[in-house]
C-alpha cells in the first residue's frame, strides 16, 4: 500500500532536515528521489546517504525562488509522479521589529517558490491527470503564531496555494495537499537551542505548546507525506494535515 515503486519524486530543501527524511523514506519505498537543495554539499550528502541505502537518488541545486532557473530545470529533467514543495525560510518577530524587506524574503521563498515550481513541474501532471503535489505548511498556516509574522503570513499562503490548486485541477486526477507540522526538531532547531544558556529549558518551552509535551521528529513529518504520495489516498485533495502533537485542539 505505502510502496513507490515506478513513482519519480521531487524535493525541494531536501539537503536537510524534513526535506531529507522526506527524500530518504520515499527512497526506501522504491521512488527514484530528486533531491534539490541550495546547498550542494548537504544536497549531494543526502544523495550519496540515500544510494549508501539501496535507493536511487539524483541530486540538482536550485534557487527556489528563481522562476526561470525552475522552468529550466523541469525542462531537463523526467516528468514528475510526486512534487513536494518544503524549502522554506523562517523569521521571527513582530510587526515592530519585522520590516518589509523581511517580509518580501519570506514571501520570495515561502510563497513564490512553491509557485514557481507548480508552474514548472505540474503542467505535464495535468497532461497525464496524474500525480501528488505536497506542500510543507506549518500550522501557523491555519493560525496565529506569536512573533512569527511574516512566516505567518507566508505559511497562510502557501495553504491558500494548495486550496486554490485544488479547487482548479482535482478533476484532472493531480491533488494538491498540504502538511501543516507544529514545532519539528530539526537540525536546525536544535543548533538554536543548543546556543541558549539552558537548553533543556528552551525545549521545554518550545515543546509546550504541544499537548504531547515534546516536538516532532522529521521522520514523523516523512510518514504524512508518504501518505500523501502514494495512490491508496487518492482521495485526499485541498487537504492540510495537522501534525503539531495536539496544539490545534485548543484554537
Given at each position: 500500500?505505502?510502496?513507490?515503486?515506478?513513482?519519480?519524486?521531487?524535493?525541494?530543501?531536501?539537503?536537510?532536515?524534513?526535506?531529507?527524511?522526506?527524500?530518504?523514506?520515499?527512497?526506501?519505498?522504491?521512488?527514484?528521489?530528486?533531491?534539490?537543495?541550495?546547498?550542494?554539499?548537504?544536497?549531494?550528502?543526502?544523495?550519496?546517504?540515500?544510494?549508501?541505502?539501496?535507493?536511487?537518488?539524483?541530486?540538482?541545486?536550485?534557487?527556489?525562488?528563481?522562476?526561470?532557473?525552475?522552468?529550466?530545470?523541469?525542462?531537463?529533467?523526467?516528468?514528475?509522479?510526486?512534487?513536494?514543495?518544503?524549502?522554506?525560510?523562517?523569521?521571527?518577530?513582530?510587526?515592530?521589529?519585522?520590516?518589509?524587506?523581511?517580509?518580501?524574503?519570506?514571501?520570495a521563498v515561502n510563497?513564490?517558490?512553491?509557485?514557481?515550481?507548480?508552474?514548472?513541474?505540474?503542467?505535464?501532471?495535468?497532461?497525464?491527470?496524474?500525480?501528488?503535489?505536497?506542500?510543507?505548511?506549518?500550522?501557523?498556516?491555519?493560525?496565529?503564531?506569536?512573533?512569527?509574522?511574516?512566516?505567518?503570513?507566508?505559511?497562510?499562503?502557501?495553504?491558500?496555494?494548495?486550496?486554490?490548486?485544488?479547487?482548479?485541477?482535482?478533476?484532472?486526477?493531480?491533488?494538491?495537499?498540504?502538511?501543516?507540522?507544529?514545532?519539528?526538531?530539526?537540525?536546525?532547531?536544535?543548533?538554536?537551542?543548543?546556543?541558549?544558556?539552558?537548553?533543556?529549558?528552551?525545549?521545554?518551552?518550545?515543546?509546550?505548546?504541544?499537548?504531547?509535551?515534546?516536538?516532532?521528529?522529521?521522520?514523523?513529518?516523512?510518514?504524512?507525506?508518504?501518505?500523501?504520495?502514494?495512490?491508496?489516498?487518492?482521495?485526499?485533495?485541498?487537504?492540510?494535515?495537522?501534525?503539531d502533537g495536539g496544539?490545534?485542539?485548543?484554537?
Amino acid at each position: 500500500m505505502f510502496r513507490l515503486d515506478q513513482k519519480t519524486a521531487l524535493i525541494t530543501g531536501a539537503g536537510s532536515g524534513i526535506g531529507k527524511a522526506i527524500a530518504e523514506l520515499f527512497a526506501n519505498q522504491g521512488a527514484v528521489v530528486w533531491v534539490v537543495d541550495r546547498d550542494v554539499q548537504a544536497g549531494e550528502e543526502a544523495v550519496l546517504g540515500i544510494r549508501r541505502s539501496g535507493g536511487v537518488a539524483h541530486f540538482t541545486s536550485l534557487d527556489v525562488s528563481d522562476a526561470d532557473a525552475a522552468l529550466a530545470l523541469a525542462a531537463q529533467l523526467p516528468a514528475m509522479d510526486i512534487l513536494v514543495n518544503n524549502a522554506g525560510i523562517g523569521h521571527v518577530g513582530t510587526l515592530l521589529c519585522t520590516t518589509a524587506a523581511d517580509l518580501d524574503r519570506m514571501h520570495a521563498v515561502n510563497v513564490r517558490g512553491p509557485f514557481n515550481l507548480c508552474k514548472a513541474f505540474v503542467p505535464a501532471m495535468l497532461e497525464r491527470r496524474s500525480g501528488s503535489v505536497i506542500m510543507m505548511a506549518s500550522i501557523g498556516g491555519l493560525f496565529g503564531v506569536r512573533e512569527r509574522l511574516a512566516y505567518t503570513v507566508s505559511k497562510h499562503a502557501v495553504v491558500g496555494l494548495t486550496r486554490g490548486l485544488a479547487m482548479d485541477h482535482s478533476e484532472t486526477g493531480v491533488r494538491f495537499n498540504a502538511i501543516c507540522p507544529g514545532r519539528v526538531e530539526t537540525p536546525f532547531v536544535q543548533a538554536r537551542i543548543a546556543s541558549y544558556p539552558d537548553p533543556a529549558a528552551a525545549y521545554r518551552e518550545m515543546a509546550s505548546t504541544q499537548l504531547n509535551g515534546r516536538m516532532a521528529r522529521p521522520e514523523e513529518i516523512a510518514a504524512a507525506a508518504l501518505y500523501l504520495a502514494v495512490d491508496a489516498s487518492a482521495m485526499v485533495t485541498g487537504s492540510c494535515h495537522m501534525i503539531d502533537g495536539g496544539w490545534n485542539a485548543g484554537k
